[in-house]
């Protein structure tokens, strides 16, 4: 694998022509920019992101994990809160792991090429705040008497951009807030000049990413390792 800067236009290409782990690429580019990690280390079987956090140390990304080298991370790792994000079903790659680790939500990384379309309307009784720090796009809505009801943001890299930490609080769902937050987030997306969109979702998320056009390339198995931890079912 190349440095994911180098990488970026022809990736952003192949994001758009079908290649899983061009997108993979593409999604590691967007998510260091908001969540403001390390940039990415390569690997010969794809990368090691930096994050810096107490319940996420680092993070090893294999877009296509093969059993040979998810056992030489596996055997290779002290450290808790090291997480491996693998591009498959978690029943493929279950197998190959040892004590220690522990599977965490699954998810699906998902495209969507981006069109012009009109602005989402505010539903009644609620409000719509957006702005840019650091390049990161960031929409929030708010009750009218400005409690929390749903956010969202974006990094824009070029030809794609990544929609991340998407969430509706959940007195405030089915009201139609997630898809205001994901409309607004796509047509910032648009503006800033990228073709294609890139996310990973929840198995929740999925539904209403679907709904707005966006389509599953590809499962993620998450996991972490913390010794500490009983073994759960399955990990």
């Known amino acids: 694998m190349g440095n994911v800067t180098e990488n970026a236009a022809a990736g952003a290409a ?17 998510w260091i920019v908001s969540r403001g990690a390390a940039r990415p ?13 107490v319940r996420q140390v680092s993070r090893h990304v294999l877009p296509e994990p093969d059993e040979t080298s998810v056992r030489k991370i596996v055997a290779a790792t002290t450290a808790p809160h090291t997480w491996l994000k693998l591009f498959a079903d978690e029943a493929t790659v279950l197998p190959w792991l040892g004590p220690g680790w522990h599977l965490d939500e699954p998810g699906y990384l998902m495209t969507l090429p981006l069109a012009p379309a009109p602005d989402p309307a ?28 749903a956010r969202g943001q974006l990094a824009p890299t070029g030809a794609t951009a990544v929609a991340d930490q998407i969430e509706t609080a959940p007195e405030h769902r089915r009201r139609g807030l997630g898809s205001l937050v994901m409309r607004t987030l796509q047509n910032g997306a648009l503006a800033a000049g990228a073709e294609t969109a890139v996310l990973v979702g929840t198995p929740d998320g999925r539904a209403l990413y679907g709904s707005l056009g966006w389509t599953t ?19």
């Open 41 to 53: 280390v390569a690997e010969p079987w794809g990368w090691t992101v930096d994050v810096g956090q």
């Open 122 to 149: 505010v539903p009644a009784g609620y409000t719509l705040t957006s702005w840019t720090t650091g390049g990161v796009l960031r929409v929030l809505v708010r009750t009218g008497a400005g409690h929390f009801a």
């Open 14 to 30: 192949d994001t758009a022509t079908g290649s899983v782990a061009a997108t993979v690429e593409a999604w590691i580019e967007g």
């Open 217 to 235: 390339r590809s499962p993620m198995a998450s996991l972490y390792f913390d010794p500490s931890r009983p073994a759960s079912s399955g990990a």
